[in-house]
Antibody, heavy 123, light 108 residues
């Protein structure tokens, strides 16, 4: 059974750093793109970026480029989303999602999702 | 960037109704359009990919159509479990897979 299990909720102060995780199981972790999605309180879904764990090739939406870092450790089948200096506006639920197919880079859809990680940034 | 605009933003309907949600892209995206359903406190669930392909396990009352810039998600006969928020997502502009703003489907 394919599963994506995300790390638990975090409460941080502005300026702190954070790294949240998404552990894949039940499939070949290195063969499928993983994306990250933000959902701010009461708002819709925002696409942040994507990574191919096979070679750690990461791409970012312009809105998030330079604001976060997406990485992966294939030895433990885990993808990461990290911030070096959190802002209050980073308060949101963050989802990881795995591509439906391993057929390539283009035109992906996302079938398997993590349960979400709530990040709260408040002084 | 490709902008995705859904209409309506919210919709009230009754069990058994036929419902259509529209998604418009700011430029042609061929048929690279996905639809997701999200219930409160849950992760999104893929319903339709490449505009009209029904994801395995999704009830056949859900269908998608369209190409170019205009797309629709249709629920043929609303069931109680269908009340949720629906999002379209373009997958044309890899890897910038932007979402629509969502359509909240509520019980009338």
């Amino acid at each position: 059974e394919v599963q994506l299990v995300q790390s638990g909720a975090e409460v941080k102060k502005p300026g702190e750093s954070l790294k949240i995780s998404c552990k894949g199981s039940g499939y070949t972790f290195t063969s499928y793109w993983i994306g990250w999605v933000r959902q701010m309180p009461g708002n819709g879904l925002e696409w942040m970026g994507i990574i191919y764990p096979g070679d750690s090739n990461a791409r970012y939406s312009p809105s998030f480029e330079g604001q976060v870092t997406i990485s992966a450790d294939r030895s433990i089948s885990t993808a990461y989303l990290q911030w070096s200096s959190l802002k209050a506006s980073d308060t949101a639920i963050y989802y990881c999602a795995r591509a439906r197919d391993s057929s390539g880079y283009w035109h992906l859809s996302f079938y398997y999702w993590g349960q979400g990680t709530l990040v709260t940034v408040s002084s | 960037d490709i902008q995705m605009t859904q209409s309506p933003s919210s919709l009230s309907a009754s069990v058994g109704d036929r419902v259509t949600i529209t998604c418009r892209a700011s430029q042609s995206i061929s048929t690279y359009l996905n639809w997701y359903q999200q219930k409160p406190g849950k992760a999104p669930n893929l319903l339709i990919y490449t505009a009209s392909s029904l994801q395995s396990g999704v009830p056949s009352r859900f269908s998608g159509s369209g190409s170019g810039t205009d797309f629709t998600l249709t629920i043929s006969s609303l069931q109680p479990e269908d009340f949720a928020t629906y999002y379209c997502q373009q997958s044309y502009n890899t890897p910038l897979y932007s979402f629509g703003q969502g359509t909240k489907l509520e019980i009338k």
